[in-house]
């Protein structure tokens, strides 16, 4: 039987990165894959290119009229809806770590028969993960975060950021608005060892910070627990950590009131954006940003310095072509086992997490 995945739409504003990419659905198709795409102008490849390589072209979200047996592939979550859910997606799910409304996603699922494999949770035999944003994340986190610095100083808030067609572009126009260079800007990365810290620090690397000024903190430098006073100490504070349990936090509203004048932070970026996680570590705000809007303001008490979060949840999306073509490509070697997701590890672990994460979600709405 040939193996069908329909690749839907993304809805999410802005969001133009893709989880299939031309190259990737045609390593499909030669290995005997039946690929649908849905039309989509906000996505960076044209609709043309995937015909190109023998996808079959649908109308733009159709996929709930889909046969259930073809899986539904993207990326970020679907709108909130109370429709049920009959089809198996694979995308992020963003439901597993009790952020708001986790809940009621899953039991849309429940209600429909239908089921998820979130893309953050496809582990390798290591635990690690098959495929992810993460250097891109942060690459692209540390060029917003410049930005936003940039913007401080000159008395304005950062206003709409849009994708760059490449990283040399991104590159030369953050140099360029930092006055040439970011020479004399100093940054901490905590999470500075995983994919999305390197990230992070090869952008601030290629714009031009001393090597010095670029703090690199991961767990040994984190261990005995926040807050951290060297936090407040730099220009930009980067956090890129995978957050899993609940952990001490690096920052508080009273720590940076209490520093007062002092403090030189000026630019907190939360890579992670756990922003509704309850374990949250930087709970000095409560709202994600946007491309439109990409920083907010730390309520602070009156007189101490202002200080601004940039926490966008789909920061590679300013570069979109080139975070596809790396997740996409990274995420092949398990889409070829599809076929076989009943007996291949990747997707059957991701299939009884689940069903936990289900059951956790049914249980605690009847109560």
């Known amino acids: 039987m040939v193996q069908r995945l329909w690749l839907r739409c993304e809805k999410k504003e802005f969001e133009r990165r893709s989880a299939l990419t031309p190259t990737t659905a045609k390593k499909l198709i030669d290995a005997g894959f039946e690929i649908i795409v849905e039309r989509d102008q906000q996505r960076i490849f044209d609709d043309a290119e995937f015909e190109a390589v023998g996808c079959q072209l649908v109308p733009n979200n159709t996929w709930p009229g889909a046969p259930i047996d073809i899986p539904i592939i993207g990326l970020k979550e679907l709108p909130v809806s109370d429709d049920p859910l009959p089809h198996t997606h694979i995308q992020f799910a963003h439901c597993y770590k009790n952020q708001a409304g986790w809940t009621s996603v899953l039991d849309r699922f429940h209600r429909g028969g239908g089921m998820v494999y979130d893309l953050e949770f496809l582990t390798d035999a290591t635990g690690r993960r098959v495929a992810a944003f993460g250097f891109h994340a942060g690459f692209a986190g540390a060029a917003a975060g410049a930005l936003a610095l940039a913007a401080q100083r000159n008395g304005r808030r950062l206003g709409r950021l849009e994708p760059y067609p490449n990283e040399t572009a991104m590159v030369n126009h953050v140099k360029e608005v930092l006055g040439g260079s970011g020479q004399g800007v ?36 984190t261990a005995k627990g926040g807050p951290f006073q060297g936090i407040l100490d730099v220009d930009i504070f980067i956090n890129c950590i995978y957050l899993s349990s609940s952990i001490p936090p690096f920052l508080t509203g009273a720590q940076i009131n209490a520093a007062g004048q002092s403090r030189r932070l000026s630019v907190v970026v939360d890579v992670s954006c756990d ?44 570069l979109p072509r080139e975070a596809s073509e790396q997740f996409s490509n990274d995420l092949l070697p ?24 289900l059951s956790e979600a049914v249980n605690i709405r009847r109560v």
């Open 334 to 357: 398990s889409l070829l086992e599809l076929p076989e997701r009943r007996s291949a590890r990747v997707w059957t672990d991701a299939e009884k997490l689940f069903k936990e994460k």
């Open 186 to 221: 100093k940054a901490l990365v905590i999470g500075a060892l995983g994919r999305c810290g390197r990230g992070a620090v090869d952008l601030l690397r290629k714009i031009g910070f001393y090597e010095d000024d670029i703090l690199k903190w991961d767990l040994a430098e």
């Open 275 to 318: 922003t509704t996680n309850p374990f949250n570590p930087i709970p000095i705000y409560s709202i994600n940003t946007t491309f439109s809007d990409p920083t907010v303001a730390v309520p602070l008490a009156d007189g101490v310095p202002a200080l601004s979060v940039v926490s966008i949840d789909h920061l590679p999306t300013l």
